[in-house]
């Protein structure tokens, strides 16, 4: 007679299984978000330091072009700094508000002569 002790038991299992697999599938979900954004950071970082190393080879406000690039990306200009005939810049996108997540990510990036 054991059987009818456990009537009943499967479902609840199932349901504390289909719990914690929609728990982890969340918690990849913002974690894929934040490494999208942290690429999307870097590439308009990059992008914007190419962009004010340009400019200034051509005698133009480097840290213009590069608030500019940075906008068209998707991103904020935080510094922009000249160090001789190279550019230095930092910018910041939003990052993920998933799951009470409300971390911005930054990346920085250098251009200029080689």
Sequence with gaps: MTGRAERGSAPLFAVA?????ILVGAALGVVAAMVHAHRVAQAAADLSALAGAQAQGRGRDPCAAAAVVAGANGAALDSCVVEGFGVR????????????QHHDLSAQARAGPA
């Design 17 to 21: 299984v289909i719990g914690v697999l």
């Design 89 to 100: 810049v930092q910018v910041t996108v939003a990052g993920p508000h998933w799951l009470d």
